[in-house]
C-alpha cells in the first residue's frame, strides 16, 4: 500500500497490513456471473435473500430491480478489499492521510473509501491471471448498485455500474521496471470493464468505454480505491527487486564509509529499519534546495533556526532542512540500486531509478486532483523534480 514504510504504524496485524500477499485457496471460492432477472419477480428476491448465492442488485427505479445471480467458479478464487472489518473482506484497508505517522491521525477523517470497494479475481492454473472488478460482495453475497449509482445495460443485454468514488487502474508502460514510465489512469467497473475517467469521481456519467484495455492488473499496477493506492506486484516481478536484506545490505555499506557533517566532523549513520520513525542523534539530515548532507546542527542564527528554511554552510543556498530516511518498503523499488537520492520533501532515500520513476506518477489525491507523492508516505513532492541527489562528505582522516 502506498504510503506505508515498510509496515503500518501502529504494526501489521490480522488483516489490516501494509502488503498483502495473495495465495492460491485450499478450495476455489471464485464467482462468475450465470441468470439474470429482471423486475421484482420472486427469484430475484430469492437470490437477494439467500446467503448461499452471490448476486449483483441493480436498481433502476422504484419498481424496477435486475438482479445477476453469481455462480460457483472452480477455477479462480476470489480476494475481497474494503474498508469493512466484516468476514468477506480479506484485506481491510484505511485512509491514507500523507506523512501521518499513527492509525490515530486518520481517525477524524471521514473515509471515502468503500466498506466492499473491489474484488480482485485470480486464476488458479498457470499463468494465474488476476483481474480486479469495482465493488465487493457483503456478507448476505450481495453487492447492491442503488438509484443514484451510475449503471446501464451493455450491448449483448448485460448490466454493468460503477460504485460511488470508483475504483481507478494505472498500468505502466514497459513492466515495472528501471525505463518504466507511467500509463493512462482508468476506472473499472463492477463488471470489469474499462472507462476512461468521470468528469468528477463520482459523476453520475460514466466515460467512454476503452475496448482495447482489459481489467488483467500487471506487474505495477496501481490501484486507487479513493482515499488509499495500492501497488499490485506479481511474483515474477518481486523476483527482480531488491530484497529487505539488500536493502539492510546498502544501509551498512552507507554506514560504513562513514559519512560525516561537515559541520560537527561526527560519523553520520542511517538507524536501522526497525527505529525507521525514531529520529536518533547519528542521522543524516540534508537541505533539500542543495543535496548537501549534514549531521543536525544548530548552524546559523537564531532567527534562521526558527524558521522553515535554512542556509547550508556548504553552498549558502536557503531551503528545508529534514532528516533522511531509507525506505525499507522493497516493492517500491524499480531497480536494487544504491541509495543516493531523496524526495522532497520528506527525506525519504532510495535509489536514482526510484525516485525518478515515482516522481512522474500522478497519484490520485481526493476526489478531484492527481499529484506525484513519495510511495513511502504519501507526502506531495516539491521542488522542480521532486527529489534530490544526496552530497556526503566522506570521513576526514
Known amino acids: 500500500m502506498c504510503k506505508y514504510n515498510g509496515s503500518l504504524p501502529n504494526g501489521d496485524r490480522g488483516r489490516r497490513k501494509s502488503r498483502f500477499a495473495l495465495c492460491k485457496r485450499t478450495k476455489a471460492n471464485g464467482v462468475k456471473p450465470s441468470t ?27 419498481a424496477q430491480t435486475v438482479v445477476v445471480e453469481y455462480t460457483h467458479d472452480a477455477n479462480t478464487d476470489m480476494f475481497q478489499i474494503g474498508r469493512s472489518t466484516e468476514s468477506p473482506i480479506d484485506f481491510v484497508v484505511t485512509d491514507t492521510v500523507p506523512g501521518s505517522q499513527s492509525n490515530s491521525d486518520t481517525q477524524s477523517v471521514q473515509s471515502t473509501i468503500s466498506r466492499f470497494a473491489c474484488r480482485i479475481i485470480c486464476e488458479r492454473n498457470p499463468p494465474y491471471t488476476a483481474r480486479i472488478y469495482a465493488a ?3 456478507s448476505s453475497k450481495n453487492i447492491f448498485l442503488g438509484e443514484k449509482a451510475a449503471k446501464w445495460k451493455t450491448s449483448d443485454g448485460q448490466m454493468d455500474g460503477l460504485t460511488t468514488n470508483g475504483v481507478l487502474v494505472m498500468h505502466p508502460r514497459n513492466g515495472f521496471v528501471e525505463d518504466s514510465k507511467p500509463g493512462v489512469w482508468r476506472e473499472i467497473s463492477v463488471c470489469g470493464n474499462v472507462f476512461s475517467l468521470r468528469e468528477t469521481r463520482s459523476a453520475q456519467q460514466r466515460g467512454k468505454m476503452v475496448d482495447s484495455e482489459t481489467n488483467e492488473l500487471l506487474d505495477g499496477s496501481l490501484i486507487d480505491l479513493c482515499g488509499a493506492t495500492l501497488l499490485w506486484r506479481t511474483a515474477e516481478g518481486l523476483s527482480h527487486t531488491p530484497t529487505v536484506k539488500h536493502l539492510e545490505a546498502l544501509r551498512q555499506e552507507i554506514n560504513a564509509a562513514r559519512p560525516q557533517c561537515p559541520v560537527g566532523f561526527n560519523t553520520l549513520a542511517f538507524p536501522s529499519m526497525k527505529r525507521k520513525e525514531v529520529v536518533d542523534e547519528k542521522q543524516p539530515w540534508v537541505y533539500l534546495n542543495c543535496g548537501h548532507v549534514h549531521g543536525y546542527h544548530n548552524w546559523g542564527n537564531k ?7 535554512r542556509e547550508c554552510p556548504m553552498c549558502r543556498s536557503r531551503g528545508p532542512y529534514v532528516p533522511l530516511w531509507l525506505g525499507c518498503e522493497a516493492g517500491f523499488y524499480v531497480d536494487a540500486g544504491p541509495p543516493t537520492h531523496a524526495f522532497s520533501p520528506c527525506g525519504h532515500v532510495c535509489s536514482e531509478k526510484t525516485v525518478a520513476y515515482w516522481s512522474q506518477i500522478p497519484l490520485p ?4 486532483t492527481f499529484h506525484a507523492a513519495c510511495p513511502f508516505c504519501a507526502q506531495q ?5 521532486g527529489y534530490i541527489r544526496l552530497i556526503f562528505q566522506g570521513p576526514v582522516d
Open 36 to 62: 439474470v432477472h429482471v423486475a421484482c419477480t420472486p427469484q430475484a428476491a430469492k437470490a437477494i435473500s439467500n446467503k448461499d448465492q452471490h448476486s449483483i442488485s441493480y436498481t433502476l427505479s422504484r
Open 381 to 385: 513532492l516539491m521542488g522542480e523534480q
Open 136 to 138: 465487493g460482495f457483503d
Open 365 to 368: 489525491h481526493g476526489t478531484h
Open 303 to 309: 532567527e534562521e533556526r526558527d524558521g522553515k528554511d
